[in-house]
């Protein structure tokens, strides 16, 4: 098991199957808030797995910055969907298309 932390929030990350019911049935993926635990479908595929954790990290920073009620009650329940997995996505692109130690060390050398 691995664990990430999001705001003042440790999850854990654990890989597990279809048949466990803390994943949920036809879920991917699924984060319980009060259980401080992510739950990603081992059996798929390698690149629908790390897809999976960026749509539940994208699920943890909305909870963790109080945004997730008022993304809810705004964008409905598919609309929410759409919008969580449109940020996963960004963050994933974000961080794996960029050199962010290199963007980092130009912001902090920069006069």
């Known amino acids: 098991m691995s664990s990430i932390t999001l705001g003042n929030v440790n999850y854990n990350i654990s890989l597990t ?13 699924r984060i319980w808030y009060e259980k401080l635990t992510m739950y990603i479908d081992k059996n798929l595929p390698e ?4 897809q999976t954790l960026y749509h539940e990290l994208a ?17 409905g329940e598919n609309g929410y969907e759409i919008f ?12 794996h298309m960029n050199n ?10 920069s006069k």
């Open 59 to 75: 699920h943890g920073i909305c909870e963790e910055t109080s945004f997730n009620s008022m993304l809810m009650d705004k964008l």
């Open 100 to 109: 962010m130690n290199l963007i980092e060390d130009y912001i902090k050398k």
């Open 47 to 50: 690149e629908l797995k790390i």
């Open 17 to 29: 199957t279809q048949s466990n019911a803390e994943l949920g049935e036809g879920n991917r993926g």
């Open 84 to 95: 969580i997995d449109s940020l996963g996505k960004t963050i994933y692109n974000m961080i």
